[in-house]
């Protein structure tokens, strides 16, 4: 178990920059998730603390000591990836003994017996440890992957997609299993995902990455409710938070095409004075319908969730999305009237897209 | 529709059937060729129009296989009783194989034979495994100018082999590597790493790295990841490429023929050499041939599931 450090670490790819000034600081046993689109450098910030790439600026901690001239085979971390994770022609437990055999750290035989055989029953592998790789299926192999870091006790798990290339039954079935598996375990899981519901549902703590940069780090409540920015607002969420710019007037948000009061606890916010072009963040499950609200609108589209219904309304040009109850009866075309809940709104500087709550 | 579709497309199957069958057979033809007149009787080997039906025998392989010398007068008949029944075919054709005391001579056809089968092996194995590594080295580090040193690696093929021959020849004779084992392997090897460097390139590229890099994590050096992992997975494209290097080595003729006469000399020059003045023996030479080929034959027969999924290039990935 171990408590990970990266200290202002730069990547670049010949003329291209991964990751930019990176810090992040990933307390021992704890579950952390980083968020970010493709490209956005997840991977890359994974294989540094591997050692599978060396950065090159900074430094990277693992439990206060810098490894910068540690290789991989040292730093004691196992690594789950996407796919390819298996050695082809080997059987599962082939595949689940090799992690124990290196040389620098080979086990005697009975503990890697038993280590392969408690990695089976945890992961319910054990029918297929004489199989073949190529004769599972997806979900099979991504378990085999896993019982492949497990065997191990490494100091730190990075998981790199693990679930991403599995169909969303299976795939919401082993979320549920990796964050199970890691109270277990008490381990530092360190998890790399483009998903954001994995990250909102399985992290300890959340990491947004845009562009190589770290743009939050909090937990899936503060990423979620509190978002530094325009981006983490609108990349955090699905359907995404409603983003509307405007300005203060008098306690009011004025738009473009409508204005709503605000109540006391919004107006407060450092900096929100009069006049200052602002972005409106608000989440559609804060946008309520109802016949007296101040705001007349008219429905643009209506997707049904099920439980709940995702109601897109148009002011003039502006769109908006609410989230309301499944039994709400709404029709396109429709007139109706909304407000929003004021408290949870976020005012975001237009300038700079962040989020005045943080910059205080 | 359907029907019409299913039609033409049995038609076209069987046409393509057709074409195989005749491609094979051209293919074949000069092997048959060769099979044939191996095991003829000596008169029949020229005989216009070519015997198709005959007794089989191997007295060719006898003469082959022996030092003989042509007698003046016919062999005593005790003598011709006494001798075991391949010694009488060879007195059958008028000559008699020479002994020293009891030992009969060989020719020096199982020589040469040896000699081929030792500088083709070696510079196979040598050139596949230089070729390997190298394509390793190319397919997953960065190395500067890259593609400069690829293309400098492929352009050692770019003139007909034979332009050297000659500048070879002189340098082989300095150094003293001419008429040597060494000499012949080090130009074989030569020949085919360009070869093998380009098609374990791209079967190496095929392989994922990320197999190596899950052993690295797992604590295996780059090396153990190496022999461990990347090897067998690259077995099918090493074994396409020790085939073709192997048919390049085994075949060679020019080279071969210029750099070597005794000690080192291979097969290939070595046979038709046996064609000598007045009438040539073309069974003898024939069956020279045929058991020339067998090697080749058999070593493609074994690895021809790797060949063709090696000449298709990377179906290592399901």
């Known amino acids: 178990m171990a408590h990970i450090e990266l200290k202002n670490v730069t990547k670049k790819f010949g003329s291209h920059t991964a990751l930019t000034g990176l810090n992040l600081d990933i307390a021992d046993g704890e579950f952390f998730v980083l968020l970010g689109e493709t490209g956005a450098g997840k991977t890359t910030t994974l294989r540094l603390i591997a050692g599978l790439e060396k950065p090159t600026e900074g430094q990277v901690f693992i439990d206060g000591v810098d490894v910068a001239d540690w290789g991989a085979a040292e730093r004691d971390v196992a690594l789950v990836l996407q796919q390819y994770s298996l050695y082809p022609r080997y059987t599962v437990r082939e595949n689940l003994e090799f992690p124990l055999k290196p040389k620098i750290r080979r086990l005697p035989d009975a503990e890697i017996k038993d280590r392969v055989a408690r990695a089976a029953r945890t992961l319910r592998i054990e029918h297929l440890l004489d199989r073949k790789t190529d004769r599972l299926s997806g979900g099979e192999m991504q378990r085999v992957s896993i019982g492949r870091a497990i065997v191990r006790k490494p100091r730190v798990f990075l998981m790199d997609e693990p679930l991403s290339a599995l169909d969303a039954k299976l795939r919401e079935a082993l979320r549920t299993e990796l964050k199970n598996l890691q109270m277990q375990l008490g381990a530092t899981f360190l998890f790399v995902t483009h998903d954001q519901i994995e990250a909102m549902s399985m992290g300890d703590k959340v990491g947004v990455l845009n562009h190589g940069r770290i743009v939050q780090t909090g937990t899936p409540h503060e990423i979620y409710n509190n978002p530094r920015d325009t981006y983490v607002a609108s990349f955090v969420g699905s359907p995404p938070m409603n983003l509307i710019d405007g300005r203060l007037v008098e306690n009011r948000a004025v738009m473009a095409n409508f204005e709503l009061p605000l109540s006391g606890g919004a107006a407060r916010t450092g900096g929100a004075t009069d006049g200052r072009p602002l972005v409106f963040g608000i989440r559609p499950e804060d946008v309520y319908l109802e016949s007296g609200a101040p705001v007349e609108a008219r429905v643009h589209d209506v997707e049904n969730h099920g439980v709940e219904k995702i109601v897109t309304l148009r002011v003039g040009d502006a769109m908006l999305r609410a989230t309301v109850p499944a039994r709400t009866a709404v029709e396109i075309e429709q007139p109706v009237r909304f407000a929003w809940n004021s408290d949870k709104m976020v005012m975001f500087d237009k300038g700079s897209g962040v989020s005045l709550r943080h910059t205080g | ?318």
């Open chain 2, 1 to 318: 529709m359907a029907a019409v579709r299913t039609s033409s497309e049995v038609a076209l199957n069987r046409i393509a059937i057709v074409a195989v069958l005749v491609a094979t057979l051209i293919f074949l033809a000069p092997i048959y060729w060769i099979a044939s007149t191996a095991f003829k009787p000596k008169e029949l080997a020229v005989s216009v129009p070519p015997t198709v039906l005959f007794q089989p025998e191997v007295t060719p392989f006898i003469r082959l296989f022996t030092k003989r010398v042509q007698m003046q007068k016919t062999v005593d008949p005790q003598v011709y009783e006494a001798a075991p029944w391949w010694e009488k075919r060879i007195y059958d054709g008028g000559e008699r194989v020479l002994k020293v005391g009891k030992d009969v001579q060989l020719s020096q056809y199982p020589d040469r034979f040896m000699n081929s089968l030792i500088v083709a092996i070696v510079s196979t194995v040598l050139a596949v495994g230089m070729g390997t590594f190298t394509a390793y080295g190319f397919s997953r580090f960065k190395i500067a100018g890259e593609a400069d040193l690829l293309f400098f690696i492929l352009s050692t093929r770019m003139l007909p082999p034979v332009v050297v021959a000659i500048p070879m020849f002189l340098m082989y004779r300095m150094v003293g590597l001419n008429d040597s084992h060494i000499g012949l392997i080090i130009l074989y090897i030569a020949f085919n790493l360009s070869f093998s460097v380009w098609l374990m390139k791209g079967f190496m590229d095929e392989i994922p790295k990320e197999y190596e890099e899950a052993a690295l994590v797992d604590g295996y050096t780059r090396m153990q990841a190496f022999f461990k992992i990347v090897l067998p997975e690259a077995a099918t494209g090493i074994a396409a490429t020790a085939v073709f290097c192997f048919i390049t080595a085994w075949n060679e003729y020019a080279f071969a023929l210029i750099m070597t006469n005794r000690r080192a000399q291979t097969a290939p020059p070595f046979i038709p050499s046996q064609i000598g003045s007045g009438l040539p023996d073309w069974t003898t030479i024939a069956a020279g041939t045929f058991l020339f080929l067998l090697p080749v034959a058999i070593f493609t027969f074994l690895l021809r599931n790797h060949l063709l999924r090696g000449v298709t290039f990377g179906a290592i990935r399901k």
